[in-house]
């Protein structure tokens, strides 16, 4: 099993719209949990973190822990083209030196 | 957000030469950086944690003598890819962390090498 699990997609969806997008982890302990967008042929940015169970909201991104389900999420809501990219959960695992480990990434694509 | 320069960017080199990368925090001291490797479409895959004054810590399967890591002061790390060959061709990236208490991981521009 991986540590850190995403759908890798793609994930298609219209312009205004609502993207979910999901990951799992297996460490019962992990601690931090962060989202980072990755456009093609680039580094990664970081766009959200979390570290507490329930809902973290900045601008038109919504991240969401779930500690019990091991499962965190991310929404964008109005979603647009520029949002196209890959996305990439990470998560600080118990006992790792505060090393982060990746999920695959889930592809996005935003249709206008 | 903290600011992490990479250079080169881009690289191409022939099959048996040495590649160094360097990994620069701007605005901030760094005692640890990370750097990675992605493959295409795959997902980021950590190669060592470079200590400030010390010798880095390799992940398992990566081997040390190939991927020489230099962390000579509190704001730069180079990764030198000895005698590289065409696997070695791989997107390699940078990053590090603002501070002890900060978990949040900042990247360098990263460094898409290419061996003939």
């Known amino acids: 099993q991986k540590e850190v699990e995403q759908n890798s997609g793609p994930l298609s969806v219209p312009e205004g719209a609502i993207a979910s997008l999901n990951c799992t982890y297996s460490?019962?302990?992990?601690?931090?949990f962060f989202w980072y967008r990755q456009y093609s042929g680039k580094s990664p940015e970081l766009i959200m973190f979390?570290?507490?169970?329930g809902d973290k909201e900045d601008g038109r991104f919504t991240a969401q822990l779930n500690k019990a389900s091991q499962y965190v999420s991310l929404l964008i809501r109005d979603s647009q083209p520029s949002d196209s990219a890959t996305y990439l959960c990470?998560?600080?695992?118990?006992?790792?030196?505060?090393?982060?480990?990746f999920g695959s990434g889930t592809q996005l694509t935003v249709l206008p | 957000g903290a600011v992490v320069s990479q250079h080169p960017s881009r690289v191409i080199c022939k099959s048996g030469t040495s590649v160094k990368i360097e990994c620069r925090s701007l605005?901030?001291?760094?005692?640890?950086m990370f750097w990675y490797r992605q493959f295409p479409k795959q997902s980021l895959m950590l190669m060592a944690t470079?200590?400030?004054?010390?010798?880095?810590?390799?992940e398992q399967g990566v081997e040390k003598d190939k991927f020489l890591i230099n962390h000579a002061s509190l704001t730069l790390s180079t990764l030198t890819v000895t005698s590289a060959h065409p696997e070695d061709s791989s997107f390699y990236i940078c990053?590090?962390?603002?501070?002890?208490?900060?978990?949040?991981?900042?990247f360098g521009s990263g460094t898409q090498l290419s061996v003939l």
């Open positions: 990470a998560v600080s695992l118990s006992g790792s030196a505060r090393q982060l480990t």
């Open positions: 460490d019962r302990g992990s601690q931090s």
């Open positions: 979390i570290y507490s169970n």
């Open positions: 470079s200590n400030e004054g010390s010798k880095a810590t390799y």
């Open positions: 990053s590090a962390r603002r501070g002890q208490g900060d978990e949040k991981l900042f």
């Open positions: 605005d901030f001291q760094a005692t640890t």
